[in-house]
Nanobody, 129 residues
Framework: VQLVESGGGLVQPGGSLRLSCAGS????????VTWVRQAPGKNLEWVST????????TYADSVKGRFTMSRDIAKNTVFLQMNSLKFEDTALYYC???????????????????????WGQGTQVTVSS
């Protein structure tokens, strides 16, 4: 299983970015995929999960209404569309998967690196004026 993120960059407050997470060695139709972020000096924070059945996407309270997760089954890729970006969204964004990991539905959750078995290398998002 491999995950490769892309799409990060520098953006002004209020701007938008779209992150991609390309998977290999597994199918996103069978594994839920999650976005997790880590701001400088802070713990890993759950952002969003796209459930494998395709019928449910959940978001942390801090991003609900601003971020949208989607997927392209043909490309085995998930996306995170981030709008109305804020300074506090600055972080290294990872995608992760693990068929045995508990799922989240709203709220604020901080994770350890052991929560998911498979992680990408991360893509940096910096929100700055």
């Amino acid at each position: 299983v491999q995950l490769v993120e892309s799409g990060g960059g520098l953006v002004q407050p209020g701007g938008s970015l779209r992150l991609s997470c390309a998977g290999s060695g597994f199918s996103i139709e069978n594994y839920s995929v999650t976005w997790v972020r880590q701001a400088p000096g802070k713990n890993l924070e759950w952002v969003s999960t796209f459930f494998s059945d395709g019928n449910k996407v959940t978001y942390a309270d801090s991003v609900k209404g601003r971020f949208t997760m989607s997927r392209d089954i043909a490309k085995n890729t998930v996306f995170l569309q981030m709008n109305s970006l804020k300074f506090e969204d600055t972080a290294l964004y990872y995608c992760a998967t693990d068929p045995t990991a508990p799922a989240f539905d709203g709220g604020t959750w901080y994770l350890s690196k052991y929560h998911f078995r498979y992680w990408g290398q991360g893509t940096q998002v910096t929100v700055s004026s």
